[in-house]
Structures are given as structure tokens and as C-alpha cells.
């Protein structure tokens, strides 16, 4: 019989990048022309890609996962400004027209990248015991003998659609799951 050993947890280290690195970049280079960057500061990603088909703005990442607004329109908000609305679930559990912004679809874009890179070092540990996931951190149940700089350097692996990006994992032993 396989002896259990306390939970391990790992983090991805696409956080620490994009809070460190991400906010020097020059807003004109960030996310929309990443081959407009200088060397050492942001390795040049596909480039996103924007569509509108069957009344769906789709925002296409790096990696070819889409993420997709239903309905959007251009308007003005309540302050007089531009910007995109879109039907979704609003706070009262309800489809409404919701308001967006710039900032707001950079976020999501920086969010879908990052579960993106999550998915990949979990299949790059499809072989151990992967418990649960918070934000951007695995909880693995491994055997005695499994290290943690081993399972970090696996979660390290930058995937093909993400090359020259550096990412970074941690992780340490507990007993039970608990935050850092």
C-alpha cells in the first residue's frame, strides 16, 4: 500500500511576473504589440487576436483559447465616456447588459493567460496525485520519495505557445492545506 505524505503546494510564477514586470512595460507594448517590446522586458508572445462572429466578440489568447463577450455593443457610459457593453450574469443572477472598459479586458486577458499556464503545469504532472487548485496554486498528495524542487521545476516548463516566457514555481510540505 502506497504511504501518504502531507499535501504539497506548489505555485505557478506567472503572478510574480506579471506584478513585477508587467507594470514597468509601456502601456503601447502591453498586451496588444508584444513584438514592440525591448529585449528583457516582455518575451514576445503570439499577438492576440480580436473577432466578431454570430454576435460574439472573441479575444483570442496566446495559447489559442478564446475568451468570448455575448452581444457587444460600443457606447457611452454613465460618465460620458466610450466603451463596450455585453449581455452577461449580473449581480442579481440575471442576464443584463453589462459595462467594460479597457483596464477590465486587460485584467480578463492577463487572468485567461494565467490559467492557461496553470492547465499546462498541471499536465505537466498529469502523473501525480493533483488534490485540488486555488487561483494559482496546486495541492499535490505525493509520495516520500517525490521532491518539491523536482515537482517546481516541472511546473516551471514554459509551454510551446509561450516561448522565451520565464516562469518560476515554489512550493513547500505540509501536513494540511494552509496558505504561505
Given at each position: ?31 496588444f ?22 454576435g ?7 495559447s ?12 457611452e ?5 466610450e ?16 459595462e ?5 479586458f ?23 496525485d ?28 514554459t ?9 518560476r ?6 501536513e ?5
Amino acid at each position: 500500500m502506497r504511504q501518504r505524505r502531507p499535501g504539497v503546494k506548489l505555485r505557478d510564477g506567472l503572478f510574480r511576473f506579471t506584478e513585477t514586470r508587467g507594470r514597468s512595460l509601456p502601456e503601447e507594448t502591453f498586451p496588444f504589440d508584444p513584438q514592440g517590446s525591448t529585449p528583457g522586458e516582455l518575451p514576445a508572445l503570439p499577438a492576440l487576436s480580436f473577432s466578431c462572429r454570430s454576435g460574439m466578440l472573441f479575444i483570442t489568447l496566446p495559447s489559442g483559447r478564446s475568451l468570448s463577450y455575448v452581444k457587444p455593443r460600443l457606447g457611452e457610459n454613465r460618465f460620458g465616456g466610450e466603451s463596450v457593453t455585453y449581455l452577461g450574469v449580473g449581480t442579481g443572477r440575471k442576464w443584463e447588459r453589462i459595462e467594460s472598459y479597457g483596464p477590465k479586458f486587460v485584467e480578463n486577458i492577463v487572468q485567461g493567460i494565467s490559467r492557461d499556464l496553470l492547465c499546462s503545469a498541471m499536465r505537466n504532472l498529469r502523473d501525480c496525485d493533483i488534490v485540488a487548485h486555488v487561483h494559482d496554486e496546486l495541492i499535490i498528495d505525493a509520495p516520500p520519495e517525490m521532491r518539491v524542487e523536482d515537482i517546481s521545476a516541472r511546473m516551471s516548463k514554459t509551454p510551446a505557445w509561450a516561448e522565451g516566457l520565464l516562469l518560476r514555481a515554489d512550493g513547500y510540505e505540509c501536513e494540511f492545506y494552509q496558505k504561505s
